[in-house]
């Protein structure tokens, strides 16, 4: 199937695109984290209800052919419906009597008008299949139109809703330039409870990049162009490490214009020995939204890398940083990368907690350091447990109790460094 400046293209009648299996391991993803979303939001028992907005900015056509299989398989906006299907029983195991209640709304947009027709098509298909709740069919609103013309109907209406600001929007574009990083920033002010899932081709930015104002114009279009050492850009190129080094600036560029407190950003692994390919974005101002996507990173740990140091790293221009960069290759989100991130990080740690020369808390630590990290809190709670079993760190209770080594600490736990270790 053809494609277009934005993805693929679907017509009625004839056969979907097929869908590769990286990008179905996105596809997993997302539908996991909303259905995650979901259950950590309610992790209380006593809360009765959520009120959520679902957004997909690029809907297409919400079917693919497998390319494993062969057989049919659904795109993101049916994921998007069975993930809060299924999160809704999970919430709802064992009670008999007051169902709690996921009052979701789904808004698929989609501006090529073939697959707009093709997704509601398919969407009654699957309805009528019982694939999704008759219930979560009525609340799609489908909209025939481009996300960035729709977006302010999209936020009026979520703003509208009582007690209805949490929302995520999914924003799978297939060329890097379709969203620009101020549109992210107006949307994450207006809904301060808003998260963001993005794709960025940042493969192809990087291979075509050079100064030459058909080259700035997209990048300038969204936001980036005084991210690029555009000055450095030819030299850059020539060194061995010049991936990573232009990543850094990119990497910064997206956090910065879209003032979002926390990012994890990755490549999706392709298969076989295809270049690396694209980043898959989550942007949020929640600490454990933000630790909820890192997590099912490790999960899929086969599909999923980083190109940056395995410990603590630092976006932008450094430039002692680009000239003791080691030529780390990809780490994977393995054992291997696993055991790299943590040894990196006890060091690391530990001359942090030097330099600070007082206390800090565990909410404290972990919420300035996990963006800069591959790691997820379990594996930072990993780093602690090895640093106090080592005698590094001393851990106190908010009533400065004095605590064993243990397996979790808790967010008021205060740690500083040992006075009895010397690092070097």
């Known amino acids: 199937m053809a494609k277009t400046d934005d993805k693929y293209e679907w017509h009625i009648g004839l056969p979907p695109p097929v869908l590769d299996q990286h990008s179905a391991v996105k596809h997993s993803i997302i539908e996991s984290y909303v259905s995650r979303y979901i259950e950590t939001v309610m992790s209380r028992a006593i809360i009765p209800k959520v009120t959520l907005s679902l957004v997909d900015g690029f809907a297409g056509g919400g079917e693919y052919l497998s390319d494993t299989t062969g ?35 789904f808004f698929f947009v989609e501006k090529n008008n073939d697959s707009a027709q093709y997704l509601h098509q398919h969407l009654a298909k699957r309805r009528g299949e019982g694939a999704i709740a008759d219930s979560d069919y009525r609340k799609v609103r489908l909209r025939n139109s481009s996300f960035l013309d729709e977006l302010p109907h999209i936020v009026a209406r979520i703003k509208a809703r009582r007690n209805g600001c949490r929302s995520i929007f999914l924003l799978d574009q297939y060329n890097y330039h379709a969203v620009p990083m101020r549109t992210i920033r107006w949307l994450m002010s207006e ?41 450095r850009l030819k030299s850059l190129k020539t060194a061995q490490d010049w991936r990573t080094s232009l990543q850094r600036h990119i990497a910064h560029g997206i956090k910065v214009e879209t003032d979002a407190k926390f990012m994890t950003l990755f490549f999706v692994r392709p298969q076989a020995s295809n270049s690396w390919s694209y980043w898959l974005v989550h942007l949020s101002q929640r600490y454990k939204a933000h630790d909820v996507m890192k997590a099912l990173h490790w999960e899929h740990s086969s599909e999923f890398g980083h190109e940056l140091e395995p410990g603590l790293f630092m976006l932008g221009y450094n430039p002692r940083q680009d000239e003791d960069y080691s030529g780390q290759s990809s780490l994977l989100f393995d054992q291997s990368g696993e055991q790299k991130c943590v040894e990196a990080l006890t060091e690391q740690f530990g001359r942090l907690l030097v330099d600070k020369r007082q206390p800090v808390t565990v909410a404290q630590l972990f919420e300035e350091n996990i963006s800069n990290t591959m790691a997820d809190e379990s594996r930072l709670q990993r780093v602690l447990r090895s640093m106090h079993a080592a005698g590094s760190i001393a851990v106190s209770t908010k009533n400065d109790r ?23």
């Not at 809704?88 to 709690?100: E, L, S, Y």
């Open 71 to 105: 057989g049919s398989t659904d795109g993101t906006p049916l994921l998007m419906l069975r993930a809060v299907r299924e999160a809704r029983a999970k919430i709802n195991i064992g009670r008999t009597i007051t169902p709690r209640e996921v009052d979701a709304e």
């Open 191 to 231: 809904l301060p409870g808003a998260e963001v899932i993005l794709t960025f081709n940042v493969d192809s930015l990087m291979t075509f990049l050079s100064d030459s104002e058909r080259n700035r114009k997209p990048v300038r279009a969204i936001d980036l162009e005084q991210y690029i050492p555009w000055e």
């Open 402 to 424: 004095q605590r064993r080594p243990s397996k979790i600490y808790l967010p008021t736990d205060v740690i500083e460094h040992s006075r009895q270790i010397i690092l070097t």
